[in-house]
């Protein structure tokens, strides 16, 4: 069973950075997808990144796009979200999501893939505000 533990939200200026994180533990096979969806008060959860760790392949949201960066250690089992130049739009509340998968997908695949994730953390408050 994979657990997330999802880490480092808060409380932010428009303008401002915030590095979220999540450690996975658990993993059985070489191969993951981890992926970032967030969910306003009353709103569709939606992925705003994701990434596969068999080639750093990721993929973002249009509306994320230049502004967040998502990564992963070097072991692959704990994935990043940098999010740089941020907008009040960007408050919600943030979920780690992860799958397990084989060698030959990307982050295009992932960024699907997560929608149907297996595996979820608990969610952790992102607010940008004046």
């Known amino acids: 069973q994979v657990q997330l533990e999802e880490s480092g939200g808060g409380s932010v200026q428009p303008g401002g950075s915030l590095r979220l994180s999540c450690a996975a533990s658990g993993y059985r096979y070489g191969y993951n997808c981890m992926g970032w969806f967030r969910q306003l008060p009353g709103k569709k959860r939606e992925i705003v990144a994701a990434?596969?760790?068999?080639?750093?392949?990721?993929h973002y949201a249009t509306s994320v796009k230049g502004r967040f960066t998502i990564s992963q250690d070097s072991a692959k089992t704990t994935a990043y979200l940098q999010m740089n130049n941020l907008e009040t739009g960007d408050t919600a509340m943030y979920y780690c999501?992860?799958?397990?998968?084989?060698?030959?997908?990307?982050?295009?695949?992932?960024?699907?893939?997560?929608?149907?994730?297996?595996?979820w953390g608990q969610g952790i408050q992102v607010t940008v505000s004046s």
């Open positions: 999501a992860a799958l397990e998968t084989t060698s030959g997908v990307s982050g295009g695949y992932c960024y699907m893939a997560l929608e149907k994730a297996p595996y």
């Open positions: 990434i596969f760790s068999g080639r750093d392949s990721t």
